[in-house]
DNA sequence: GGCGCGGATTGATCAAGATCAAGGCAGCCT
DNA sequence: AGGCTGCCTTGATCTTGATCAATCCGCGCC
């Protein structure tokens, strides 16, 4: 079942999210400039790139990633409707970021941002810059001291308040993908998911669309 | 063997380190405040104490980390001379420092770095916080996908790299500390060394001095 | 509706790293 | 100097999650 754009929120933001939010304003950042529609898959920038422009999604979902010399990929981050992303420290992309479904992007250049002029602006970027931080930091306690079962269940904890979903989430992603961003393997999240099942704390209905039966119990699992 | 403070390199930055730099300017940012003396093992602020004040180390060394309910530690990062640290998005710390052995650090309040007024400290502050990005996501990277070998490597060659040590390197931490910033166990850090000792990498010097035999080898089996 | 394809699930086995359990060593204190 | 204490190292065993290998299932297509 390939998620139809229909489904996602329409509200940009929660209100109060108990994970590390993604923006310090309610409402974010506004960004003018040109919609950009990316097919499933494709690419949206890539390492070693430019960085001159910053995204924000309107509707489908982004995965940034880096991926070691082998091929072994480690995705930072999932991008959702709302979120901003691709800002960097240097004048080159150190991560890439593909389209996880079809998805509508607003293009901005870096610098109508205004962070030099607006402080405004510039508090706002600076503050979805901070909540990045530390949702990476958030990811790092999870890959390094977390058990798969805790990851999993925090992955689902963490997606359903960032898509507004109370109990049906509809997950934008593969199996794959979510295995490289708890950095497990992808028959390791299909059994965690089975035996999150069979323990009657959520139901699978079709792969990518799971309902949270008891949040709460899912919730006291990640630890 | 404690680690004295006269062992400390003199230059507060290094030019250029392979790995993310901690600061986009080679000179960092400028501190005006009063020095603090903080014991080993002593606590600079905890999780969830208000975050009005930033902090930069002048010798010595602290760890920065998030606890999970049962204890288990996650080191988020090392903050080495000339390391700026304790900036948050909210008002208060969603993270941990304690100083590894005695440190003398710069405290100075929040507000004097006048981000809302000198669009230069603006600029400089915001450096530090994407160079901070960037190493978390390097880190997630380390603990998400890589062996135990190969984040043992790393870590040796980031910290030679930001030490400024070229073979030599006085490691500031236990082995314990080492453990919890790369999601493993004391005994598999201390395995790992021997393992690099005997393949001839390293040479172990009292368990707080390492001499990198081939730094090169050593780079390359970080993949 | 039947077929085929790609992702997901399940099962069997393996191995990396954790855990449990002794020693060893260095620095420190008296 | 000697002993003590706290890390560190080493060894034996166990567990979790990875790997290898079939299916299975849902969905799109014919």
Chains 1, 2 share one sequence.
Not at 57 to 70: K, P, T, Y
Not at 160 to 167: P, Q, V
Not at 175 to 188: S, V
Request: proline share 5%.
């Amino acid at each position: 079942m390939q998620m139809s754009p229909i489904m996602v929120p329409r509200r940009l933001y929660q209100a109060a999210p108990p994970v590390a939010p993604r923006t310090a304003d309610t409402d974010g950042v506004r960004l003018i400039g040109v919609t950009l529609t990316v097919a499933r898959d494709q690419e949206v920038f890539g390492e070693g790139e430019p960085a001159d422009q910053v995204y924000k999604v309107v509707r489908g979902a982004v995965r940034g990633f880096r991926v070691l010399s082998d091929g072994r990929r480690q995705i930072c981050d999932f991008y959702l409707p709302g979120d901003v992303f691709g800002i960097e420290p240097g004048c080159e992309h150190r991560a890439s970021a593909e389209a996880l479904t079809d998805t509508v992007l607003i293009v901005a250049r870096r610098s109508s941002l205004g962070e030099d002029t607006d402080p405004t602006a510039a508090r706002r970027l600076w503050g979805l810059a901070m909540a990045d931080l530390q949702r990476s930091q958030d990811h790092a306690l999870t890959l390094g001291r977390r058990s798969a079962s805790e990851r999993v269940a925090s992955f689902l904890v963490d997606m359903a308040n960032r898509l507004g979903a109370s109990e049906m989430l509809e997950l934008p992603m593969s199996r794959q993908d979510i295995a490289d961003y708890l950095g497990l393997t992808i028959e390791t999240v299909s059994r965690t998911l089975t035996q999150l099942q069979v323990s009657g704390l959520i139901k699978l209905a079709g792969c990518r669309s799971i309902h949270l039966r008891k949040p709460r119990a899912l919730a006291d699992l990640c630890a």
